[in-house]
């Protein structure tokens, strides 16, 4: 077994793996914050090792992909989410309740929370509750990533949505309605009541998903007021 630092470096981002199929070293890892909670599957920072399986279920190891620390230097920005015309449909069925809100990390490499943590009937997402698509889209992985069944969907204008743990009822290339049914809730998960962790991409960042489920306000910039005129006009 590893030190802390080791295992760190052995987790990787699955968006990144299947959706570019670009090379990485094989190997992995699950990383685990410090109150020993593990974190979604794409939380781990990118590091040495990674390894995974095939999309179709088969036993042969695919590398994943190695992200130099030099590509997070470069200029870091938080794209501009524009809402899709149709927002988004909630993954569970209602009521829904968020254990947990997207936190932006300062950097792609520093610690955050890349997503929604979400679950059904305002308590838990139970073992076996159906999984609906967000939004119409074709699906580009659905497998197993570390120890957790993931599904994600690319949505139009390089939008791309992930749901875990998910046990998918659909294969990567199928297209998807929006609000069908694509899978159901799978054991595990990182939270410590059951949850599905929603995760969202615009152009391969992390956004928040309130941003399309129609949760968040659009900033407003607002006229600075003039000096003050006689009789109270400005």
Known sequence: ?????QRTQRCFDEFSTHAEGRRARPGSGVFRHSHGR????????????SGHRMPNGGGMQLPGLFVAAAL?????FVP???PPTEPWVWPLTPPHRVLAEYVAPATDYSAGHRGLDLAANGLTADVGAPVFAVSAGVVFFA????????LSIRHAGDLSSSVEPVT???????AVARGQ???YVAPGGHCSARCVHLGARLHGRYVSPRLYLGGVRRAVLLPLEGPATPGGAR
């Open 80 to 82: 501009f989410a524009v």
């Open 38 to 49: 593990d974190r979604p599957v794409h939380e781990c920072a990118p590091g040495r090792q």
């Open 168 to 174: 998918a009822v659909v294969s990567a290339g199928e």
């Open 72 to 76: 997070a230097a470069a200029s870091f």
């Open 181 to 183: 049914l694509v899978g």
């Open 1 to 5: 077994m590893g030190t802390r630092s």
């Open 143 to 150: 497998g197993t990533v570390v120890d957790r069944p993931v």
